[in-house]
């Protein structure tokens, strides 16, 4: 069992930054690819960004492309969400997440992906 915890969320004005982070534990989590996905309030979730379990290839949807990076520090089981220029448009409650895929190497998709943490709120103000 897996359980991951979300911080670093809160409210910026547009153009702003955050870092979002998470931490996992209750398994080996240096193996697992890890993603994080995003729902605004009456949108269904979107698969945001998804990184490798050695950050050999990563996944930045078009809407965040260019603006966030997600990285992972394996030694400290987190996971990383850097989101800079913010726009209104990126508010949304942000959730980290992992599979049970271990050692995938190949694209990113929302469908790897089975397991969340209980969210963190982004809100941009314009």
């Known amino acids: 069992q897996v359980q991951l915890v979300e911080s670093g969320g809160g409210s910026v004005q547009a153009g702003g930054s955050l870092r979002l982070s998470c931490a996992a534990s209750?398994?080996?989590?240096?193996?697992?690819?890890m993603g994080w996905f995003r729902q605004a309030p009456g949108k269904e979730r979107e698969f945001a960004a998804g990184?490798?379990?050695?950050?050999?290839?990563?996944y930045h949807s078009d809407s965040v492309k260019g603006r966030f990076t997600i990285s992972r520090v394996n030694a400290q089981k987190t996971v990383y969400l850097q989101m800079n220029s913010l726009k209104p448009e990126d508010t949304a409650v942000y959730y980290c997440?992992?599979?049970?895929?271990?050692?995938?190497?190949?694209?990113?998709?929302?469908?790897?992906?089975?397991?969340w943490g209980q969210g963190t709120q982004v809100t941009v103000s314009s």
């Open positions: 997440a992992t599979s049970r895929v271990p050692y995938y190497s190949g694209t990113l998709s929302a469908a790897l992906f089975d397991a």
């Open positions: 209750g398994r080996c989590f240096s193996i697992y690819p």
């Open positions: 990184i490798t379990w050695n950050s050999g290839r990563t």
